[in-house]
């Protein structure tokens, strides 16, 4: 199992980044890829997570309204698309995968622990 991410970079308060997740050798289709940050010197936080197939999807409340996840599955990518940002959203951003069970939900799921992880891309928001 292979997960890497790419489209961090810096940006001003206020702009955008689009993050993608491109997942390779295993059945994209039957997992939860979520995305998670870490601050310097914070916790690991899960951001937003989607099931490939159903489309169910979370997000944590700091980021309602200006993220949004999405999936290409004929690529094995997921995005996070992010809007507004904030200098608080600078983190390294990850995706993780693990085996969607339908009775928990997203979240739960993305609670629980996650099999798989990428590498991780920085993203730093400028004030």
């Known amino acids: 199992v292979q997960l890497v991410e790419s489209g961090g970079g810096l940006v001003q308060a206020g702009g955008s980044l689009r993050l993608s997740c491109t997942a390779s050798?295993?059945?994209?289709?039957?997992?939860?890829i979520g995305w998670f940050r870490q601050a310097p010197g914070s916790e690991r936080e899960g951001v937003a997570g989607v099931s490939i197939s159903d489309g169910s999807t979370y997000y944590t409340d700091s980021v309602k309204g200006r993220f949004s996840i999405s999936i290409d599955s004929a690529k094995n990518t997921v995005y996070l698309q992010m809007n507004s940002l904030k200098p608080d959203d600078t983190a390294v951003y990850y995706c993780a995968a693990t085996y969607y069970y339908s009775d928990y939900g997203v979240r739960s799921l993305m609670d629980y622990g996650m099999d798989y992880w990428g590498e991780g891309t920085l993203v730093t928001v400028s004030s």
């Open positions: 050798r295993f059945a994209f289709d039957d997992y939860v």
